[in-house]
């Protein structure tokens, strides 16, 4: 199975700091996604990413986020001043094309306190 | 419209058994159905998916059947094994290159 690999696996931070949060995807993958998941509930969709532009983003992903793949390798997330409710579980997905190709990473637990 | 309706929210079988998720979804724009298994501290990997053009799918122990009209899908494990324990989610898509709607998971428990 292609792996994604994501860094931190865990990030604790302050209410109003900015974390960025890392996805490897491996050499051939061209679509990238972020999903995240509160404690409990159900994985929800924040944004999808080809060809170094946002192809859709949900309601979620407001100006506080905002994502970029500046080395071509490196998939980031990043959040400008984190909230309370932005604790989550955050995973990066990323495929070849279409989206049977499509493979979750492990995640980065993010605690903001 | 989004929305993928799933239940139960928790199921408890015994070794052998059959556990039965079942989905419900309304927009008809969602062409693919992936199941994906997340075990705790993991990601959502994916388990097995359908097409609408096919009204089953069965892959090992794990069978997907699908009713189109009634807008309805559901997950059947045969004979469930204590590692099969996991969370269980149904998902859609319109496909292609496009997001996965989640439903809101199963937590199975496969008794000894």
């Known amino acids: 199975e292609p792996e994604v690999t994501q860094t931190p696996s865990h990030q604790v931070t302050q209410m109003g700091q900015e974390v960025i949060l890392r996805c490897v995807p491996i050499?051939?993958?061209?679509?990238f996604y972020w999903y995240r998941q509160i404690l409990g509930q159900k994985v929800e969709f924040l944004v999808s990413?080809?060809?170094?532009?946002?192809?859709?983003k949900s309601e979620i992903f407001d100006d506080q986020f905002s994502v970029e793949r500046p080395d071509g390798s490196n998939f980031t997330l990043k959040i400008r001043s984190t909230k309370l409710e932005d604790s989550a579980m955050y995973f990066c997905?990323?495929?070849?094309?279409?989206?049977?190709?499509?493979?979750f990473g492990p995640g980065t637990r993010l605690l903001v306190l | 419209q989004q929305q993928v309706k799933q239940s139960p929210q928790s199921l408890i079988v015994q070794k052998g058994g059959i556990p039965i998720i079942n989905c419900a979804y309304e927009?008809?724009?969602?062409?693919?159905f992936p199941w994906y298994q997340q075990f705790p501290g993991k990601g959502p990997a994916l388990l097995i998916a359908?097409?609408?053009?096919?009204s089953e799918k069965k892959e090992g122990r794990f069978t997907i059947s699908f009713n189109k009209s009634a807008k309805q899908f559901s997950l059947h494990i045969m004979d469930s094994q204590p590692g099969d324990s996991a969370t269980y989610f149904c998902?859609?898509?319109?496909?292609?290159?496009?997001?996965?709607?989640f439903g809101t998971g199963t937590k199975l428990q496969v008794i000894p």
């Open positions: 927009n008809t724009a969602f062409d693919y």
């Open positions: 998902a859609a898509s319109p496909g292609g290159y496009q997001k996965v709607t």
């Open positions: 997905a990323a495929g070849t094309g279409g989206i049977e190709t499509q493979y």
């Open positions: 359908i097409r609408p053009d096919v």
């Open positions: 990413f080809y060809n170094n532009e946002i192809s859709e």
């Open positions: 050499s051939n993958h061209l679509y």
